[in-house]
T-cell receptor
Framework: DGGITQSPKYLFRKEGQNVTLSCEQN?????MYWYRQDPGQGLRLIYY???????QKGDIAEGYSVSREKKESFPLTVTSAQKNPTAFYLC?????????????FGEGSRLTVL | GIQVEQSPPDLILQEGANSTLRCNFS?????LQWFHQNPWGQLINLFY???GTKQNGRLSATTVATERYSLLYISSSQTTDSGVYFC?????????????????FGKGTKLSVKP
């Protein structure tokens, strides 16, 4: 079945460690996104990528990094520079820029920094 | 930037009741989505509805773009409808052809349906 797969679903890390969250899609979508959700809040955009080898910062990119080497993959690294990394991270994809903005989400990765 | 406000923030219903959730946005948009976040955190697409009315089973949605609001109707609610309902609109539609998938989310309506 087509969809978006995020891993791991749960992750615990010590403060000061970098962490990489995986996001893979087999929907043949051009655009991919990372959002962060804090308890009781809506989602905020971290990074997005409209095409392979290109990505743009969202509203809260500080302390995060991404890569887009393949169309189907958009991993997110939460670096030690991110001051409050404990959150729920959601990856999404859409067909592309102008044709439709309908977003589809993965199941999320819950990161807890101890 | 564009603002998105949802109301009410919390809603408690008895199973079988109907409800209306509202989403107001501060600027013109050509794209609006409704999502349901289940208790496990997964976001489920409900509607992609820039304008007009759509129905899917017990759920329907109406967007009046000229008046900058959208409504989500839930009829004959069930306990499985519980969760948080979000609406979202593009952040920078029309600006340099920016990505219409860059959505700004409201804070959501938390719905609890009691048996």
């Amino acid at each position: 079945d087509g969809g978006i797969t995020q891993s791991p679903k749960y992750l615990f890390r010590k403060e000061g460690q970098n962490v990489t969250l995986s996001c893979e899609q087999n929907l043949n979508h051009d655009a991919m996104y990372w959002y962060r959700q804090d308890p009781g809040q809506g989602l905020r955009l971290i990074y997005y990528s409209q095409i392979v080898n290109d990505f743009q910062k969202g509203d809260i990119a500080e302390g995060y990094s991404v890569s887009r080497e393949k169309k189907e993959s958009f991993p997110l690294t939460v670096t030690s520079a991110q001051k409050n990394p404990t959150a729920f991270y959601l990856c999404a994809s859409s067909i592309g820029l102008a044709r439709t903005g309908e977003l589809f989400f993965g199941e999320g990765s819950r990161l807890t920094v101890l | 930037g564009i603002q998105v406000e949802q109301s009410p923030p919390d809603l408690i219903l008895q199973e079988g009741a109907n409800s209306t959730l509202r989403c107001n946005f501060s600027d013109s948009v050509n794209n609006l989505q409704w999502f349901h976040q289940n208790p496990w955190g997964q976001l489920i697409n409900l509607f992609y509805i820039p304008s007009g009315t759509k129905q899917n089973g017990r759920l329907s949605a109406t967007t009046v773009a000229t008046e900058r609001y959208s409504l989500l109707y839930i009829s004959s609610s069930q306990t499985t409808d519980s969760g948080v309902y979000f609406c979202a609109v593009p952040i920078n539609w029309g600006l340099n052809g920016g990505s219409q998938g860059n959505l700004i989310f409201g804070k959501g309506t938390k719905l609890s349906v009691k048996p």
